[in-house]
């Protein structure tokens, strides 16, 4: 069992098409347990998906950008376990006119949103929950990825904001390296999730994965991307950090379609 005795707060399952739902449901199958994390009105929504996995996690409240709730969810995960072994960072949010092709016209106070939701939100995450991952001999931070260094067409300030993320994600793993903690991001190939149907233009992701990679890909099947998150997880990779990982069908290497 991979992630045997583990114990794990995942991030961002809103639909059992998310992939943090598919971290979820392969984290428990691989022996971890598993708290879950919504907000506002989105919180019932969560916890009726939560009711699908096996068992049925308990789902806490939070929004990364009230510290408050970083510090309740800190409290309470200390009161349930000795210690924090993983936390899934799978957050991200765009305004509607940060996305879809209005690039130049996007006012700061979108972008600024942008950026701390998808952005500043992993280093709160991870410094909130330090204490409770050196307590497991430092424990892993994994958040989820887009590609970003080239600009997607609609993608816009959320591509911005994930350039960010990938930086973000070199800092904190410095910082926290000292305690033995591993940090490190999962780049995923486009998939129909909740975020995307915010995307115009996702057609064109799909096809453009579609010619690319060299291993194909389906973006209905999110257990793929799942797979490497909880590899990372896991304690065998015990000397990667700062790292970048494509689940993508290998899309990011190739330079040209392929067929």
């Not at 904001?161 to 991001?185: F, H, I, M, P, W």
């Not at 099947?221 to 015990?238: G, I, K, N, Q, Y």
Request: glycine content about 10%.
């Amino acid at each position: 069992m991979l992630l045997e005795g583990k114990h794990l707060l995942v991030t961002g399952v809103l639909t059992d098409a998310s992939i943090a739902y598919s971290v979820a449901r392969l984290a428990q199958q691989q022996g971890a347990e598993v708290v879950l994390t919504g907000f506002g009105r989105g919180i019932s929504i969560t916890r009726r998906v939560a009711g699908r996995l096996d068992p049925p996690p308990d789902v806490l409240e939070l929004d990364v950008t009230q510290p408050e709730h970083l510090e309740r969810v800190a409290g309470e995960l200390t009161a349930r376990w000795d210690r924090l072994d993983g936390v899934v960072h799978a957050i991200g949010f765009a305004p509607p006119s940060a996305l879809g092709g209005g690039f130049l016209r996007t006012p700061w106070s979108d972008v600024a949103t942008a950026v701390q939701v998808s952005t500043y939100s992993f280093a709160a995450l991870a410094a909130a929950f330090a204490p409770q991952l050196a307590k497991a001999g430092g424990g892993s931070v994994v958040g989820l990825d887009f590609d970003a260094t080239v600009a997607w067409p609609s993608y816009d300030w959320m591509g911005v904001a994930k350039a960010g993320l990938e930086s973000c994600c070199r800092y904190v793993a410095r910082d926290l390296g000292e305690q033995g903690t591993r940090v490190n991001l999962v780049a995923a190939g486009p998939l129909r999730t909740m975020a995307a149907k915010s995307i115009s233009g996702f057609d064109e992701f799909d096809a453009a994965w579609t010619k690319r990679a060299p291993l194909g890909w389906d973006v209905t099947d999110p257990e793929p991307v799942a797979r490497v998150v909880c590899a990372l997880l896991s304690d065998w990779t015990p000397a990667v950090t700062g790292e970048i990982v494509h689940a993508d069908g290998g899309a990011h290497a190739i330079g040209a379609d392929l067929r």
